[in-house]
């Protein structure tokens, strides 16, 4: 349907109106992240309009743009690419009620280092996996899609615009030029068109991979503000919080100040980072809201968030990764588990089988299993809220 001016009126009508009710609430009425929308996560929050109407194609896919202004650094700074290009947002409406904000991947960048996608990109591209409505199994086959490209080099969390250098992944400019690493108004835009298309769903599944997996960790909060009864399932797909052990300033410093991002971590929560990674910011989450459940799902030696990224040995970011994950769901047993097989591999969720090329790198599918468990199946059951969503780790690294 046509986006009028009047449903985007209503729709941030919808947000301020429900916030701090029921679920994910504590008992005086407050949300259990009023913390975190007081330090300004929510400060784009119907700030951002798409230009025009949404361009519908046959499959039912809306694409809706954001306008590049001719002053990129004019007030307010709204949605942009890494390079200062234009941000769109996609979705498909399904024959349920239900429905899937899925956050892409494609890299990060930070003040000496770059390496992500630098444009956006589009859900008609988008061919195999869980967002494939055609595939055989796909517990959400028929769920209603928002579809967030990831084009800023910053989770979905940066609110900044500086000199990086070029990316690896972008096929730009040989040298640095100017970055626009607004991820945050990028996501804020996005879940404005959510609400505005999709205003009463049932359950969200709240999903991503690799840089977006990591983006669902931040974007939770903010998709509470905007749906605050709403039962959220999160499925983070290869980029759990795992970072680097005992390296509170690369978190803290680097990423969170270097993106202008410390206001999504709370500032009661001093231990959120202080061990080198972001999973006890998980565990507040959960402490905070109990009207969501979180599966995580990584390999055990995952070479692109070891290797590549964080530079750490493999053997140092799996014991990582079974540490930090294994106190959680420790904590919180009947509402974070864990898929954990043993690999280098890296994202499961968009591949269907494990045949075919990965461009050079090791890519899992949702033919991966653990203790004879596909990922299909366990994601299956998280969907299903059935006996097989158990926390499965590979029996070899127990």
């Known amino acids: 349907m046509r986006v009028s001016s009047l449903a985007w009126v209503w729709g941030v009508l919808v947000v301020l109106a429900g916030c701090g009710s029921d679920s994910g609430s504590t008992t005086d009425g407050s949300s259990g992240f009023d913390e975190l929308y007081d330090q300004g996560l929510t400060r784009y929050v119907g700030e951002f309009s798409p230009v025009g109407d949404a361009q519908t194609e046959e499959d039912g896919i809306k694409t809706f743009q954001f306008a590049v202004p001719d002053d990129l650094s004019a007030e307010p700074r709204g949605p942009l690419c890494l390079r200062g290009t234009e941000y769109t947002v996609d979705t498909r409406e399904g024959s349920s009620d239900e429905l899937v904000i899925f956050l892409q991947g494609g890299g990060a960048c930070w003040e000496d280092f770059c390496s992500a996608f630098e444009e956006t990109n589009y859900l008609r591209d988008v061919t195999s996996g869980i967002l494939n409505p055609a595939l055989a199994g796909n517990p959400v086959a028929d769920w209603d899609v928002v579809y967030l490209p990831y084009c800023d080099g910053a989770l979905f969390a940066g609110d900044v615009d500086r000199m990086l250098p070029s990316s690896a992944l972008g096929g730009g400019a040989s040298g640095p030029s100017m970055g626009y690493q607004r991820g945050l108004q990028n996501l804020t835009a996005a879940l404005d068109v959510a609400i505005s298309e999709f205003p009463n769903p049932s359950r969200i599944l709240l999903t991503g991979v690799s840089g977006g997996a990591f983006g669902t960790?931040?974007?939770?909060?903010?998709?509470?503000?905007?749906?605050?009864?709403?039962?959220?399932?999160?499925?983070?797909?290869?980029?759990?919080?795992?970072?680097?052990?005992?390296?509170?300033?690369?978190?803290?410093?680097?990423?969170?100040?270097?993106?202008?991002?410390?206001?999504?971590?709370?500032?009661?929560?001093?231990?959120?980072?202080?061990?080198?990674?972001?999973?006890?910011?998980?565990?507040?989450?959960?402490?905070?809201?109990?009207?969501?459940?979180?599966?995580?799902?990584?390999?055990?030696?995952?070479?692109?968030?070891?290797?590549?990224?964080?530079?750490?040995?493999?053997?140092?970011?799996?014991?990582?990764?079974?540490?930090?994950?294994?106190?959680?769901?420790?904590?919180?047993?009947?509402?974070?588990?864990?898929?954990?097989?043993v690999g280098a591999a890296h994202t499961t969720l968009l591949r269907e089988t494990a045949e075919g090329g990965g461009g050079g790198l090791e890519i899992g599918s949702l033919e991966t299993e653990v203790g004879g468990v596909t990922v299909l199946d366990w994601f299956t059951a998280m969907i299903d809220g059935s006996d097989g969503w158990v926390d499965r780790v590979d029996e070899s690294l127990e």
Do not use: Q
């Open 217 to 341: 960790i931040t974007a939770l909060p903010l998709v509470r503000y905007h749906y605050p009864e709403t039962e959220i399932l999160v499925f983070n797909d290869s980029g759990v919080g795992v970072a680097k052990e005992g390296d509170a300033e690369f978190i803290n410093e680097t990423l969170l100040a270097g993106w202008n991002a410390s206001s999504l971590i709370p500032a009661s929560c001093t231990d959120c980072t202080s061990n080198g990674h972001i999973t006890r910011f998980i565990e507040w989450e959960l402490d905070a809201d109990p009207n969501f459940t979180m599966s995580a799902l990584s390999f055990s030696a995952d070479s692109v968030i070891s290797t590549f990224f964080l530079m750490i040995p493999p053997a140092t970011f799996t014991a990582s990764l079974l540490a930090e994950t294994g106190r959680t769901t420790t904590a919180f047993p009947d509402r974070y588990k864990r898929f954990i097989p």
